[in-house]
């Protein structure tokens, strides 16, 4: 495991402890390498699991194509 150093502003240092003392995560170190994973992770938005479900058959459709359910005659 690498180990860095920081500088963190005042309120996120603070907002960190607070997190800790509240029980969110077992100690700082927990509580650092949680929040930056999950702020990577956010600008991880495009995925091959993702690309392949907008190739999907049901996103084919053009909206022209698309029809009302309601509007249908078997509803009738």
Same mark, same amino acid.
């Given at each position: ?6 500088? #963190?502003?005042?309120?996120?240092? /603070?907002?960190? $402890?607070?997190?800790? *003392?509240?029980? +969110? ?9 949680? #929040?930056?994973?999950?702020?990577? /992770?956010?600008? $991880?938005?495009?995925? *091959?699991?993702? +690309? ?25």
């Amino acid at each position: 495991m690498s180990k860095i150093k920081v500088s #963190l502003p005042d309120q996120v240092d /603070s907002d960190i $402890q607070r997190l800790v *003392e509240q029980g +969110e995560f077992l100690n700082r170190d927990q509580a650092v390498e949680d #929040l930056l994973k999950r702020g990577i /992770s956010a600008y $991880q938005t495009t995925t *091959e699991s993702t +690309e392949e479900t907008l190739d999907e058959e049901i996103f084919d459709q053009t909206a022209s194509e698309q029809q009302d359910p309601a509007m249908q005659d078997d509803f009738l």
